[in-house]
C-alpha cells in the first residue's frame, strides 16, 4: 500500500511538472511571442530621413487603425518596374532604405514600409492586422505599377508578407531572402526536443502560402544563418514548382547575403 502511495505521488509530480512547462510554454509562444519575434526601433514623427539618393515620404492609412510610414526611391531612369520590399523584424527605415542603391542600380523603383510599431508607424499589432497592412502595401502599388512591373521582396519575417500577396495578387516575381517554413516550425528548429503541443499567436506559414503561388520565385538562404538555420528554410524546397529556384548561399549567414556572389548574379538575373 505504501508503495502505491508512493507511485501515485511521483505521478502527481510529473505530472504537475508537464502541466507547468505547458503552462510556460505557451505564454513564451502566445501572449509573450511577440517580444521575441518583434524587434523595432522605434522613430519620432518629425524625425528627417537622410539618404543619398531622392525619395518621397508617405503615410498609408489601413485597416485596423493602422498608420504606416513608407518610402519611395524612384530610379533616375524610367524603371523597370518596382520593387515591393517587406523588410526584416528589427530596425526601422531608417535601416532598411539603404537597400534602395541595390535596386535602383538594376532600374527599379524601391518601395518599402515598417510594420506597426516600428519606426513611425503605428496601429495595435496582430497577425491579421499585419497581412491586411501587406495588402494594402500591394494595392497601392497597383495605382502605379502594372502587376508584371512589381517585384514582391520578403526578407526574414517578411517573407511570410510577400509570400501571402504573392499567393492572392499578381505580381512579375517573388523573392524570398532567409525565409522561414512556419514560425512553429522555426521555434521547433531551435528546440526539436520539445513536444508539438505549443499556441502560437503568430503562426505566419509560409508553407501554406506557397501552395498557392502560381508566380516565379527565387529563395535564396545561407548555409551559415543561425536565426533561419538552413534547415528550416530548405523544408520549402520540396513545396516549389517547376522552374522555381532555391539557391544555398555557401557561407553566408542571415544579414549578409548582398556580399556573395551567387546572390548578386542571380538576381541581376532576375531583374535584368
Known amino acids: 500500500m505504501l508503495l502505491l502511495d508512493v507511485s501515485f505521488t511521483w505521478l502527481f509530480y510529473v505530472v504537475g511538472i508537464l502541466a507547468g512547462l505547458w ?13 521575441f519575434i518583434f524587434r523595432p526601433r522605434r522613430l519620432r514623427q518629425d524625425f528627417q530621413y537622410q539618404f543619398e539618393a531622392p525619395f518621397e515620404e508617405l503615410f498609408l492609412e489601413t485597416p485596423h487603425r ?23 523584424n528589427a530596425g526601422s527605415l531608417a535601416r532598411w532604405g539603404h537597400l534602395h542603391h541595390f ?10 514600409y515598417d510594420y506597426r510599431g516600428y519606426g513611425k508607424s503605428t496601429g495595435p499589432r496582430s497577425e491579421k492586422s499585419m497581412y491586411s497592412d501587406a495588402f494594402a502595401f500591394y494595392d497601392f502599388a ?8 512589381i517585384v514582391l521582396y520578403g526578407r526574414s519575417l517578411g517573407s511570410a508578407f510577400a509570400g501571402r500577396v504573392a499567393a492572392e495578387k499578381p505580381a512579375r ?3 524570398w531572402e532567409t525565409p522561414f517554413y512556419s514560425l512553429a516550425n522555426l521555434f521547433y528548429t531551435y528546440y526539436p526536443f520539445l513536444p508539438h503541443v505549443f499556441y502560437f499567436r503568430y503562426r505566419l506559414s509560409n508553407a501554406r502560402s506557397l501552395r498557392r503561388i502560381r508566380i516565379p520565385i527565387i529563395v535564396f538562404q545561407g548555409s551559415g544563418d543561425l536565426i533561419v538555420p538552413h534547415r528550416c528554410a530548405a523544408r520549402l ?3 516549389l514548382k517547376p522552374g522555381d529556384a532555391f539557391y544555398t548561399v555557401r557561407g553566408a549567414s542571415h544579414n549578409n547575403l548582398l556580399f556573395y556572389d551567387l546572390y548578386n548574379r542571380k538576381m541581376e538575373e532576375a531583374l535584368r
Do not use: C, M
Request: a positive charge.
Open 23 to 35: 503552462v510556460l510554454g505557451n505564454a513564451f509562444t502566445g501572449p509573450l511571442q511577440h517580444w
Open 66 to 88: 493602422g498608420r504606416l510610414n513608407a518610402l519611395w526611391f524612384k530610379a533616375s531612369q524610367p524603371a523597370k518596374g518596382v520593387v515591393l520590399f517587406y523588410h526584416g
Open 103 to 112: 535596386f535602383i542600380r538594376h532600374g527599379y523603383d524601391f518601395l518599402t
Open 142 to 149: 497597383r495605382k502605379h505599377y502594372e502587376p508584371e512591373q
Open 173 to 175: 516575381l517573388l523573392v
Open 237 to 239: 524546397q520540396p513545396l
